[in-house]
């Protein structure tokens, strides 16, 4: 059974059900090393919510992993240095690994991983990153050739939608080299199969004073310039009437700002950081969940999977690395200027019930395609053509 370590900064709910999986088919010997040792007690602080999070659902349960000693005098994801682990590639080789997965370069010790074990055992990579904020100009062409250094030490990279994939087309991954590894969440936790989401959204909407017949827009996330829920007072303007309700739901840099431009709007309401376990409720309180973005770095957007999964409708602008992977008849794409077609799409919606409900169940039956099985099948059959190659 081939050994395959996997090596990434801390465990995060997009991640650890994959890794758990994994090693569960029996065909892959796992082990992840977490490089960002402070994250084991399972709370961080978090910038963009401006808070400590620590996730309520189990996220190192069911796989083999260890938390590496990190000796970085400012521990943390949000820097290079801050991932510094002098013992990490004598801690791979002492297990053995047959072949690496590694989950993000910009990180001293990530870094050193791929340029070591580039043509000792396979190296696998995963990233997300886009070309969608990309400016033409020196600095372009400086940064192309940096990552392209920097892509000649992996062997395959498991790419997550369309614009990851040209971004790593861009920087010299070849054809054969691509794995596809959508992005994905637990598919099976967000819907609601017994309607017990939907009598809790329902009880939610009673205590936030929402009626039944009221529409709701959603918004999820860090309440950051980059995310730009400012969108929402743009939509709340032109969207009147009392049976319209604009949610936000998160913290961060803006908070008080937007709080202070919607106190003469009650229709726009807004709730703290909500954990996991409550988010298949609140996106089961909309109607229709918008995340207009304007960038940078806005690489997928995983909000959108946990929405449609809820089977709610989705709006997301152009720098939104999954939107053109994740909606077509589902909901729009647009400009993060384009608030008038945002306007119109969410009117009828509201207008034509025939086309709110088929816009529902696309949701739901388009993010299947979206799944932890997918990523799970993709890497086994990758390390099963890295088998057969090395006879």
């Keep these: 059974m081939m050994r395959l370590a996997v090596v ?224 929402l007072m743009q939509l709340a303007a032109q969207l009147k009437g009392d049976k319209m309700r604009f949610v936000i739901v998160g913290n961060g840099e803006l908070e008080t700002s937007l709080k202070e431009s919607a106190q003469n709007d009650n229709r726009i309401v807004f709730l703290d950081f909500q954990n996991q376990k409550i988010m298949p409720v609140i996106y089961n309180m909309a109607d229709v969940f918008i995340l207009p973005s304007i960038g940078p770095n806005e690489t997928w957007g995983l909000a959108l999977n946990e929405a449609m999964a809820c089977g709610r409708p989705v709006i997301a602008t152009n720098k939104v690395g999954g939107a053109i992977d994740l909606i077509k008849e589902n909901g729009i794409i647009i400009s993060p200027d384009e608030i008038g077609k945002a306007v119109s799409y969410i009117t009828k919606l509201r207008t034509d019930k025939s086309f709110f409900t088929e816009s529902k169940s696309a949701s739901i039956n388009r993010i299947q395609g979206f799944s932890f099985d997918v990523i799970v099948d993709n890497i086994i059959q990758l390390t099963d053509r890295i088998k057969q190659e090395r006879k």
């Design 8 to 231: 990434t900064t801390h465990p995060i709910q997009y991640n650890a059900p994959w890794f758990r999986l994994l090693a569960q088919t029996g065909k892959l010997d796992v082990r992840v090393f977490y490089t960002w040792e402070a994250s084991k007690n399972n709370e961080k602080y978090d910038p963009g919510f401006k808070r400590v999070i620590g996730w309520d659902i189990p996220l190192l349960d069911g796989y083999d992993h260890v938390f590496v000693k990190n000796v970085a005098s400012q521990q943390g994801s949000h820097h290079f240095k801050g991932i510094d682990n002098p013992t990490l590639i004598q801690e791979i080789k002492d297990w053995k690994a047959e072949a690496v997965l590694i989950i993000g370069w910009a990180y001293k010790s990530h870094l050193a991983c791929l340029r070591y074990f580039k043509g000792k055992i396979p190296v696998l990579f995963r990233g997300d990153s886009t070309l969608l904020d990309e400016k033409a100009g020196l600095k372009k062409y400086l940064r192309r050739l940096a990552l392209t250094y920097v892509y000649r030490h992996i062997d395959y990279a498991l790419y997550v939608g369309e614009n990851n994939k040209q971004y790593f087309k861009a920087h010299g991954i070849k054809t054969n080299q691509l794995v596809y590894a959508p992005h994905a969440i637990d598919n099976t936790r967000f819907i609601d199969t017994d309607g017990s989401y939907a009598n809790e959204a329902y009880k939610l909407r009673e205590k936030m004073g929402i009626a039944v017949d009221d529409f709701v827009v959603l918004f999820a996330g860090k309440l950051e310039e980059k995310k730009n829920p400012a969108f």
